[in-house]
């Protein structure tokens, strides 16, 4: 029942296909009512729709007219069905994917929506998980290690594909007009906070971890240069700003975002956030030690703590990247969900389709059933979760998955284990390379949609030899950004404080089974060595395979199906969302 006297924020989460937004109550964080909107245009890695143009390999696009569509959508919907009055919300808070990244004008208009440039796929938005600046990221991994530039060791000691250098480097090379003509490089979840209140800040979470914005300082103006003479003024030029803080006021509710959102204008926007870190609070896992791991498509581990230390293979830790006061770590894998529906896309036969039908369950469940019913190690399988690289603890977007041991006995549910078991795996390396660090993880909490596989966390909890917490939300994102955007317009203090009222989690649901705990030891034991021998330098056969994968397709001239393949994971084992 709604009480006069509350007042309510709300949170909205832009995802990898779709935006949603949450209706929440400030004083407990009990959630009203929510709304989705699919973006119309998705994830753009085949063709560019304006032209119809083949876009090469490894790239992944954005409109943002989708996200816009979102406020327009999503938020009166979830507004209306909450039964709130408009007049009762007192602030919006925004998380987006990253590194989601845009070019723009001095004023914010994306270089895509200019006529000049809407045939140039470099105008358009880059998603996280565009990969093809994989080159530019060695590039400048290779050159900070030359030059033994100190930020290197806060990214455990490689910068990604992902982020915001070597996106910016590859568009300065490969599109050098665009480049001149982009007077803003802007992250996505700064741009739409820049719509809502009409001021871009450059928010400190994606500054830290996706900007290279260590200490006060970006990457020298020296050290660019020798990357690229062109490239030496990118930072001055284009990308330095000031930052807000986590749980700052950015600005208030334009006239114009308010006709879009049905939302009072003036009301407090808080500053952008990443889906991830920003769902710690919804999660209550704000103190030191505190991993949470965000599960979806990917995954993406963030934990606060007082400790500072070199993580081998981390993506970064940054002071207040997560709660105002402490470092936050972040680590993450590249695929988690998107492995699970590419095989039963592409791995599985019509019989189980029909069977799983005939059962009147999902085919991911029904895979699931079968794959529980087996003992650990039964099916002879141990496999690397590389199949959209390697995000932690290697950090190689040119790394590719890997399944040993199949035989003609070999069924589906065996590899479909192997692959569940995988990513377990991959999450406990990077437990074991933080805690190898100096830095304890005291508790590991679960949020995102594979929290619906029961037998997939338990899995994580065997293989991770840990109980397992989880979020009590289905909305950990959205959540967590009305916790702060709560903070933002003054009802709590603090983040730490608002997570406390608002956040959700349930302590220790899944506890390790100690027998399969050991089995899985030995199992681990094997994915270990495949790691080295694949990840480290023993073997560069996935990069040969995936070299030799490239040529082949721009020979033939068409697009490049084994990388950009839409997956549909909307299924009740599955979400779509992810971190980032």
Not at 526 to 555: C, K, P, S, T, W
Request: hydrophobic share 40%.
């Amino acid at each position: 029942m709604l009480d006069e006297r509350d007042t309510y924020a709300i949170g909205v989460d832009f995802g990898t296909l779709s935006g949603r937004a949450v209706v929440v109550r400030v004083r407990d964080g009990a959630e009203l009512a929510s709304a989705v909107r699919p973006y119309r245009y998705a994830v753009v890695e085949r063709t560019l729709p304006a032209t119809g143009e083949q876009l090469p390999p490894d790239w992944a696009l954005q409109m943002p007219g989708d996200w816009v569509d979102v406020l327009r959508t999503a938020v009166p919907e979830a507004l209306a069905a909450s039964g709130v009055a408009a007049g009762d919300v007192i602030a919006i808070g925004t998380d987006f994917t990253a590194c989601t990244v845009l070019p723009t004008t001095a004023e914010g208009t994306p270089l895509c929506d200019l006529a000049p440039f809407r045939d140039r796929p470099h105008a358009y938005p880059k998603l996280w998980k565009h990969h093809a600046a994989q080159p530019h990221a060695d590039r400048i991994n290779a050159l900070a290690e030359e030059r033994g530039e100190t930020w290197l060791a806060r990214y455990g000691g490689r910068i990604s594909s992902e982020w915001e250098f070597a996106k910016a480097l590859q568009l300065l090379e490969e599109d050098p007009a665009v480049y001149a003509a982009t007077e803003r490089w802007v992250e996505a979840a700064d741009w739409i906070i820049w719509q809502l209140c009409g001021t871009y800040v450059r928010n400190a979470c994606t500054a830290g971890y996706k900007g290279i914005y260590q200490d006060g300082h970006y990457p020298s103006r020296e050290y660019l240069a020798a990357l690229n003479p062109e490239f030496a003024d990118f930072v001055a030029d284009k990308l330095e700003h000031p930052i807000g803080q986590l749980g700052e006021r950015a600005g208030g509710l334009t006239a114009e975002a308010a006709a879009w959102t049905g939302l009072p204008e003036g009301i407090a926007v808080a500053v952008g956030n990443v889906d991830a870190h920003v769902t710690a609070p919804a999660a209550q896992a704000t103190e030191p030690g505190q991993m949470l791991a965000v599960m979806g498509t990917s995954t993406c581990h963030v934990m606060p703590s007082d400790q500072l230390a070199d993580v081998p293979g981390m993506c970064g830790v940054v002071e207040g990247g997560i709660v105002p006061g402490l470092y936050g770590y972040e680590a993450g894998q590249s695929a988690v969900g998107d492995i699970f529906g590419w095989f039963v896309d592409n791995g599985v036969p019509a019989s189980y389709r029909a069977a799983a039908e005939a059962a009147g369950i999902g085919l991911h469940e029904h895979l699931t059933e079968l794959a529980a019913a087996q003992e650990v190690g039964e099916h002879g399988l141990v496999a690397l979760d590389w199949h959209g690289g390697n995000r932690s603890v290697l950090v190689d977007a040119e790394l590719s998955g890997v399944i040993l041991g199949q035989t003609l006995a070999t069924r589906p549910e065996d590899t479909y284990r192997a692959l569940l078991e995988a990513t377990a795996f991959g999450t406990r390396t990077i437990i074991e390379s933080f805690e190898s660090s100096g830095v304890p993880v005291t508790e590991f909490v679960i949020a995102g949609g594979l929290l619906k596989n029961a037998f997939l966390m338990q899995t994580y909890a065997d293989v991770c030899r840990r109980p397992l917490s989880v979020i009590d939300s289905e909305q950990g994102p959205a959540l967590g950004s009305a916790i702060y955007a709560a903070v933002a317009a003054g009802a709590h203090p603090d983040v730490t404080t608002a997570a406390r009222a608002m956040g959700k989690v349930r302590r220790g649901v899944y506890v390790p089974d100690e027998q399969r705990a050991d089995a899985y030891d030995a199992l681990y034991a094997e994915y270990i060595r495949l790691h080295d021998h694949f990840g480290r330098g023993g073997n560069d056969v996935l990069h040969r395979l995936r070299a030799l994968r490239r040529a082949a397709v721009q020979r033939a001239g068409r697009p490049d199906a084994a990388e950009n393949h839409d997956i549909d994971t909307t299924s009740s084992a599955l979400t779509e969302e992810q971190p980032a």
